[in-house]
């Protein structure tokens, strides 16, 4: 089962724009209809326990990352760390997510 996932950097943007970033994204469960729901939280994009639903626990918390990263990128935000090094959200690719699949991974 995937574990929850935390998160606190900083968001830049075009023109100079920086500010504060939070995410947590909770372990999925498994509700009863079968589906694993993670629930994000994430001020930064308005994310207020937004419920995310995958097949299983792997596709739940990918999908999870993939939205706020797919968000990020169509405000053209970019996520630093304290000292201003790139932060990539850890997503598991293979696990359902739209999107291109890691070739090295598979070669591997």
């Not at 918390?61 to 630093?80: G, K, T």
């Not at 932060?87 to 359902?96: E, K, Q, V």
Request: charged share 25%.
């Amino acid at each position: 089962m995937a574990n929850p996932y935390n998160l606190e950097a900083t968001v830049k943007g075009a023109e100079a724009f920086s500010s504060p970033f939070k995410l947590s994204v909770s372990q999925p469960e498994q509700a009863d209809t079968g589906e694993y729901v993670c629930r994000v939280d994430c001020p930064f994009l308005r994310f207020r326990q937004t419920k995310i639903c995958g097949a299983t626990s792997d596709q739940a918390m990918a999908l999870a990352l993939w939205l706020i990263e797919n968000q990020l990128q169509h405000r053209e935000c970019s996520l630093v760390d304290a000292r201003g090094n790139p932060i990539t959200l850890p997503i598991d690719r293979f696990a359902g997510v739209p999107g291109e699949v890691d070739i090295k991974r598979i070669s591997e």
